[in-house]
């Protein structure tokens, strides 16, 4: 773990950069007492440190918190003094204790641990420390998270011996005088473990994320996103991960590679859109996967949805300045942003969370799947003009858009949201229940026939299951055209017709207020896709506000 840090903080230029002069109003002072392990909670200020390089760094702790009988040492206004004063070390639970004693060996002095520098009980304090957590994990010297361990008893599963994860020779070669002319070389006896398969975030080449207990809980991502180095503590080895390095215990010194970080294929709404690594449309899909990911992981609370991603989010607004963040959609990837669908089965939470174009309006997981392309091979390299990049959206257009924060954070939780778009509304639809299909495989889901007088128009993924609509009257709002190459395959019940011609959409109820359909008002239900285009030939462009 030391190398790993020396060598990142020696040289590794994107790790080191963008250090500020930042503290949590808390922290764990592990060097409070001479003698013992004791520990105590501090306030330090910034300004009591006038030389930028003497800022004290911090340590921070990722961690599951784990049923009510399991639950962590907490800090509360009533013993907030006490903690202040000292916190025995017997009082902290396995987890806790083994990052006070990796903390101390990496030879750092200050920790921080949610669950004793927030005070738990303090709606306000958490409320301040919640909103602050882009800088108080992307300040952090480095993130410990116990990766494998479901809640704080389990410690942060030290592997000792690293021989339990396969045999190997190891030796020294090159010029041992001279660091940039050595190597180690190791020869394992089995193949080594890829590190995106120990971590399991490849949910493309793995089926599914993994499910270590960290990576299931929707807090984590953020912390994950926002450290700058991460050391992670899986069931049978280490992992590090910088910047710049993508590193275990079987492979330390393994280098981020492209076939590492698998990346999608970018899919680009015009032809002149960048394409290069960083680039808005990289970004972009970068946003799609993050979200694609948060939805797989659960939450205590389901009304944390937006707060738990909200550091992410005031994070991500660096990448795209110009763009408003509408409860977990950013208004420059609109319209193309509301083409999410649902995996499996899915639910609406128990109160109002976000407006039903929004993905985070979902209990369950949601993929961006109708965005993606077919990696045809190269991951950036130009395609020839006639295979229809240029994504038509036809007459679409964004009208208005508002969200009402709960607080005063706009990244935070919502009241509520509306987006009134302006395009081709097509009415009289039907689908028909008989011919429901319930879908467990891979791009699971509920999927349907959309008709019109009785013939198949398209398909209908069904949002939640629950909103089957029996009797309700169902419109097709057109949002764009099917891309050629598209990562999912057309129903072969769908196969007439050139995918030019065909177009996705959203499914879309009138709302009802007071048992009344109020005008222009509508609620998703579903996505459409594989829509006959010519069906909207006749329809008059319409202004529709979805809530
Ligand atoms: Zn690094």
Known sequence: MRTWIQSCRKNHDACNWDLESFLPSRLLDLQA?????????????????????????????????????NRPVTTTKANLKD??????????????RDAVRITRELGERYLWIDSLCIIQDDGDDWAREAALMAKIY?????????????????????????????????????????D????????????PREWHEEYGDNPYRHRDYGNHPLRTRAWTLQERELSRRNIHFGKDQMLWECRELKASTQLPWHHKKPEDDFEQWPIRNQLF?????????????????????????????ETDKLPALSGLAQNFQHAVPQA??????????????????????ARRP???????????????????????????GGRFEERPQESHFDCDFGNLSVERISTRPKHNDKYGAILSASLSLNGALLTNIDSNPQLWRLEHDYHGGCQANLTKDGVVVGMFYLDVLD???????????KIRAEPHTSQVSRPSELFEGEVGDLVMGLVLTKEIGNGIHVSNQYSRIGLARWVTMSLFESSRPSTVTLL
Request: charged fraction near 25%.
């Open 83 to 96: 903690r202040m004063n000292r916190i025995s070390i017997d009082e902290l639970s396995n987890t806790f």
């Open 324 to 345: 408003e963040y509408l409860a977990g959609i950013w208004s420059t990837h609109l319209p193309a942003a509301l083409l999410w669908r649902t995996r499996y089965t």
């Open 350 to 376: 128990m109160s109002y969370i976000a407006p039903t174009w929004s993905w985070a309006s979902i209990v369950g997981n949601i993929t961006y799947e109708s965005q993606r392309l077919i990696d045809t």
């Open 467 to 477: 909103e089957m609509p029996y009797t309700k009257e169902l419109f097709c709002l």
């Open 138 to 178: 992307g300040q952090s010297f480095c993130t410990l998270a116990a990766l494998d361990s479901k809640d704080s008893t389990e410690g942060c599963r030290l592997v000792s011996d690293i021989q339990n994860i396969g045999n190997f020779l190891e030796f020294d070669s090159g010029d041992s005088k001279n």
């Open 180 to 191: 940039r002319f050595s190597y180690r070389i190791r020869i394992f006896e089995d193949e």
């Open 33 to 69: 007492f001479q003698t013992g392990q004791d520990v105590k909670l501090v306030s330090l200020r910034t300004e009591d440190f006038d030389d930028q390089q003497f800022q004290p760094e911090y340590v921070t702790l990722s961690h599951c918190w784990g049923p009510p009988e």
């Open 273 to 301: 859109e960048d394409l290069a690594p960083g680039g808005s449309v990289q970004m972009r899909d970068r946003w799609y996967g993050l979200v694609e990911d948060y939805s797989f992981r659960r939450l205590t609370n």
